[in-house]
């Protein structure tokens, strides 16, 4: 049966309690009045239209997924936020996305391997409804009658595509799948799909499994929330967005490498692996630029050997 919960409980809200015992509530979502001077650059003219011209790197090749003994997760980066991460038992898929388009935007590396590469899949995560990350063509062509789960008011954009059960978390609620635990939380994003359905939730995932966990952040600019869920979870492996962060409209919508080095050490995570960043031109930023400030950040604060950079389609076990 499917879990159900109600929709009175909190979205888009952090309960907090202030120093006198008294809960406080602090949102999560970013504003989305563009900053004065966002005018002053021309995304379309300085970033979109150039990548129409530029050819996609990368190749396919069919993945070697290596065999997983327990107590071991093997992760592999599709690129942008998506990610298959596999255990002894089951195959878990992140916020999958092979489109070659986001509407007009093109996608300028390849995934590594071809969606007819996968491994069964047995549950699906999404983190919110943004089309970079719920995108519908793909989960339709992954869609095989498993479980997937999404914040709250989410659940309708994917209920036609061919999942058994679909499971919408409020945040810190976790849902179960024998051994494995899958928990939502929070994040400093928004979720609308368009402008008008601000109802819909966003956030990451913990996901717990023989012992491990990993989190995956979903969207988020950086906010003090970060401790509070490393103080909730023991987290092995975070995978952290650090591009996208010079955004068209000049909104801090998405963390820096700088501020995803600060987040991962209140985090208190022992693994950081980038993401969200080379796979699609969405801020003016050069594609290059973020893994390299994320690596010099890494050497200055000590932390280097704790950063995981991957190559698309490249399974590793940790």
Avoid at 110 to 120: A, D, K, M, T
Wanted: proline share 7%; charged share 25%; net charge positive.
């Amino acid at each position: 049966m499917p879990i159900r919960f109600s929709r009175k409980s909190r979205r888009n809200i952090v309960r907090q309690t202030s120093r006198d015992g008294a809960p406080t509530k602090r949102s999560t979502r970013v504003r989305l009045r563009p900053r004065a001077d966002w005018h002053k650059r021309n995304f379309l003219t300085s970033v979109l239209i150039p990548s129409l011209f530029i050819k996609r790197v990368g190749g396919y090749a069919p993945p070697q997924f290596p065999k997983i003994r327990e107590g071991e997760i093997c992760i592999t980066w599709i690129g942008h936020a998506s990610f298959l991460v596999q255990t002894h038992d089951v195959n878990i898929l992140i916020d999958p996305i092979w489109s070659k388009w986001l509407k007009v935007i093109k996608r300028l590396k390849q995934p590594g391997f071809e969606i007819h590469h996968l491994p069964s899949i047995d549950f699906v995560l999404v983190t919110h409804a943004h089309f970079d990350h719920l995108d519908r063509r793909t989960l339709r062509r992954v869609a095989a009658d498993q479980p997937i789960v999404v914040p709250m008011g989410v659940g309708n954009l994917v209920h036609d595509l061919g999942f058994h059960i679909v499971h919408e978390l409020d945040y810190w609620q976790t849902v179960g799948f024998g051994p494995l635990k899958i928990s939502l939380t929070p994040c400093h994003h928004w979720g609308a799909r368009f402008l008008a359905d601000l109802h819909r939730d966003f956030g990451g995932f913990v996901i717990a499994v023989d012992g491990r966990t990993i989190f995956h952040c979903g969207d988020s600019a950086y906010f003090p929330g970060f401790k509070e869920i490393g103080d909730r979870y023991k987290i092995d492996i975070a995978l952290l967005p650090i591009g996208a962060y010079e955004a068209p409209s000049g909104r801090e919508v998405h963390m820096n490498p700088e501020e995803a080095v600060k987040a991962f050490l209140e985090l208190r995570a022992k693994t950081l692996i980038p993401m969200h960043y080379g796979t699609f031109r969405l801020g003016f930023e050069p594609l290059h630029e973020p893994p390299q400030r994320l690596l010099a950040c890494a050497r200055a604060r000590g932390i280097d050997e704790k950063v995981l950079v991957m190559t698309e389609g490249k399974p590793i076990v940790l």
